[in-house]
């Protein structure tokens, strides 16, 4: 079945340092999105992405919808404290499917 | 406004016996899905409702099944329960239909078999 990988699994950085993270999936999606879960917390929508190629940014965050569109990228500038937690990004290969998790990235900030 | 909702936060239960979660969508919301998050992993998707209806389903037994009420709320039925259902059971709803993703999550349900 559909499989989303997610790279790297986890990352230590200093605060004030840029992170990027990425996604990738076997197949051809036509929706990316980008969640991030805290803690003892639901997963919380980032960013949305509906075109290939796109680029959206939400405050410090960018996440682009990959030209091949099996693949999506997330970065995030001047990473601080509260930008700790697990991101997950998700997709789907049509708008009638079902949404597919990655396992995520686990993200550490070193104050 | 309060967002999704979710209940009970914490649940035990023994393998065997049937165990029902609920769900309250955020304000304005009609469409509910479920997931389960095993610890370490990302959410997988059980199913979806709409409309009163099952709509979507994920490659879950059929132990597992729902209901939505004319309130848009749910509710998350799994029986005979197995140690490995032990997770966290999320709810997520949108507005405007399944076609929508962009989804608000509750902050789950911990469930534990023993």
């Known amino acids: 079945g559909q499989q989303l990988n997610q790279s790297p699994q986890s990352m230590f950085i200093q605060e004030g340092e840029d992170v990027s993270m990425n996604c990738t999936s076997s197949s051809i999606f036509n929706t990316w999105l980008w969640y991030k879960q805290d803690p003892g917390e639901g997963p919380v929508l980032l960013i949305a992405?509906?075109?290939?190629?796109e680029l959206t940014s939400n405050g410090r965050l960018t996440a682009q919808f990959g030209i091949t569109r099996k693949d999506s990228f997330l970065n995030i500038s001047a990473s601080i404290p509260s930008d700790v937690g697990i991101y997950f990004c998700a997709g789907l290969e049509t708008s009638y499917d079902k949404v597919i998790f990655g396992p995520g990235t686990s993200l550490s900030v070193i104050p | 406004d309060a967002g999704v909702t979710q209940s009970p936060t914490h649940l035990i239960k023994t393998r065997g016996q049937q165990v029902t979660l609920r769900c309250s969508p955020k304000s304005g919301h009609d469409t509910v899905s479920w997931y389960q998050q095993a610890l370490g992993q990302g959410p997988q998707f059980i199913f979806q409702?709409?409309?009163?209806?099952?709509?979507q389903r994920g490659n879950f037994p059929d132990r597992f099944s729902g209901h939505q009420f004319p309130n848009y709320s749910s509710e998350l039925n799994v029986n005979a329960l197995l140690l490995g259902d032990s997770a966290l059971y999320l709810c997520a709803s949108s507005p405007g239909g399944p076609l929508n993703t962009e989804a608000f999550f509750g902050q789950g349900t911990r469930l534990t078999v023993v």
């Open positions: 992405l509906y075109k290939a190629g």
């Open positions: 409702y709409y409309e009163e209806e099952e709509r």
